[in-house]
């Protein structure tokens, strides 16, 4: 992953130059982790780079934004042009794009007062995040408890939120595997550092929810949809260490990391260690969807004018 090939990103209402965009170390994000973001991806496709899901995520930024109570300067209709910009001024193809809203500097004090919030939208190529192994990944359960929704709320995407999943991702890649499950304040299944995590047992496929402290994911939400268009019963409920271990096929879903197949839990092959016919199947369904091959989920595609397409038009 590298930063390379971004020249422009939009901060703060203009489009600049990469370089200059640059905050105060005494900004109150610094400090305290006072901020909210969303991860997004643009897809090639038959119509042109196209953001997959851009008003579900930008209206996850604001419902992120709200239970922090942090005032958002612009619109939506702002943000989304901010982001086909972006997108458009570097002339990707496919990337991956980071909104990000903070507080900026102007007092230190846990409460914000007088910060600014600051909003940036800067995208990049970014490779898949768990790789792109055709059977998936070896993962460990973390020792670290999924902060409880009673103690931060989980469905909101905040910059401080993520140290608890650097500390269960870090240890995860001290312990030689590639990503962490966390459990629950209660002992159920949360998710990956990153991810949401779905089962496949007998045909079914099951997945938790807000309940396990879960960030609400968007690629969970299609992955629902399309398993069900798929012909497969989907159950959402809490889910036992025993429930994955049990499983025929375990899989992450995420914006970064797509879909995953988990092929191993702490050395234990779930299924055959390799990855199932469920998970194949709603893997190529996704990615079929989301590069515009399959008009069914169109919908789902905000197509960025490229300047190229603008010349035509
Ligand atoms: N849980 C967590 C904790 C999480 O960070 C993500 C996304 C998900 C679930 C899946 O959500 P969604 O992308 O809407 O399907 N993680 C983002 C950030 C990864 C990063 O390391 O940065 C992502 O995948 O973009």
Redesign the pocket.
């Known amino acids: 992953m590298s930063f390379d090939q971004s020249q422009w990103l939009w901060m703060n209402g203009e489009v600049i130059r990469w370089q200059d965009a640059t905050v105060h170390v005494s900004s109150h994000a610094l400090h305290y982790g006072t901020g909210v ?5 643009c897809y090639k496709t038959p119509k042109g780079p196209a953001v997959f ?1 851009l008003a ?2 930008i209206d ?1 930024l604001f419902a992120s934004a709200a239970v922090y109570e942090m005032p958002i300067p612009y619109s939506r209709d702002d943000l989304h042009a901010a982001v086909h910009e972006t997108v458009q001024r570097n002339g990707f193809e496919s990337c ?1 794009i ?1 909104p990000v809203c903070f507080y900026g500097s102007s007092v230190l004090s846990v409460h914000p007062r007088s910060c600014p919030v600051e909003v940036a939208v800067f995208a990049w190529p970014w490779g898949k ?1 768990l790789g792109d192994a055709e059977d998936g990944v070896r993962v460990t359960v973390s020792k670290w408890i999924r902060l409880h929704s009673s103690m931060l709320p ?1 469905t909101a ?1 905040a910059c401080g ?2 140290l608890n ?1 650097l500390l269960a ?1 870090r240890e995860a890649a001290a312990k030689g595997f590639d990503e962490a499950i966390l459990l629950d304040a209660e002992g159920f299944i949360s ?6 995590l779905f089962i496949v047992r007998d045909g079914r496929v099951v997945t938790n929810d807000e309940d396990s402290s ?9 992955v629902i949809t399309i398993a069900r268009d798929l012909g497969y019963e989907v159950d959402i409920r809490k889910l036992e260490i025993g429930d994955l271990l049990g499983a025929d096929e375990a899989f992450f ?5 797509e879909v995953m197949p988990i092929r191993e839990v702490d050395g234990q092959l779930i299924g055959n260690g390799l990855q199932g016919p469920v998970t194949r199947g709603i893997r190529q369904a996704f990615s079929a969807a989301a590069t515009g091959e399959n008009p069914r989920y169109d919908d789902w595609l905000s197509v960025v004018m490229t300047a190229e397409a603008e010349v035509l038009t």
């Open positions: 973001f969303e991860g997004m991806r899901r579900e995520h996850r991956y980071r995040y989980t995407k939120q993520y999943s991702n998710e990956g550092s990153g991810e949401n879960i960030l609400l994911g968007i690629t969970r939400d299609a879903t995420g914006t970064a990391t």
